[in-house]
C-alpha cells in the first residue's frame, strides 16, 4: 500500500501563492506517474500538473502560474502556486500510480479570496 498526505492548502487573497507539499509513504516500489489534480465545489476533479517520466505536463488554465516538482530523497512531490485567482479555489489531491494502481491521498483545500 502507499499512503498520501497533502499539506500546504489554506486561504489566501487573489494574487497571492501558496506550496502544497504530497508526502509519500510505504510499498513505494515504481513510480510511474506522480500528478496534483483538483476539485471545486459542484465541479469533476481535473488534472492540474503531471509528472511522467521525465515529462511534465500542465493543465492549459495554469498558464505558467504553478509549477509541480519532487524531492526523491525526501518521496515529496510540490505544486508552487502563484497569482492564484478565486476560480482556483478546490481541494487539491496529489496521485502516485505505479504498477497500474493509483494512489490518491485525502486533498487538501485552497480557498482564494477576492
Known amino acids: 500500500q502507499v499512503q498520501l498526505l497533502e499539506s500546504g492548502g489554506g486561504l489566501v487573497r487573489a494574487g497571492g501563492s501558496l506550496r502544497l507539499s504530497c508526502a509519500a509513504s510505504?510499498?513505494?516500489?515504481?513510480?510511474?506517474?506522480l500528478g496534483w489534480f483538483r476539485q471545486a465545489p459542484g465541479k469533476q476533479r481535473e488534472l492540474v500538473a503531471r509528472?511522467?517520466?521525465?515529462?511534465?505536463y500542465y493543465a492549459d488554465f495554469v498558464k505558467g502560474r504553478f509549477t509541480i516538482s519532487r524531492v526523491n530523497a525526501k518521496n515529496t512531490l510540490y505544486l508552487q502556486m502563484n497569482s492564484l485567482d478565486p476560480e482556483d479555489t478546490a481541494v487539491y489531491y496529489c496521485?502516485?500510480?505505479?504498477?497500474?494502481?493509483?494512489?490518491w491521498g485525502k486533498g487538501t483545500l485552497v480557498t482564494v479570496s477576492s
Open positions: 496521485s502516485l500510480a505505479q504498477y497500474g494502481m493509483v494512489y
Open positions: 510505504g510499498s513505494i516500489e515504481r513510480i510511474d506517474t
Open positions: 509528472m511522467v517520466g521525465g515529462s511534465i
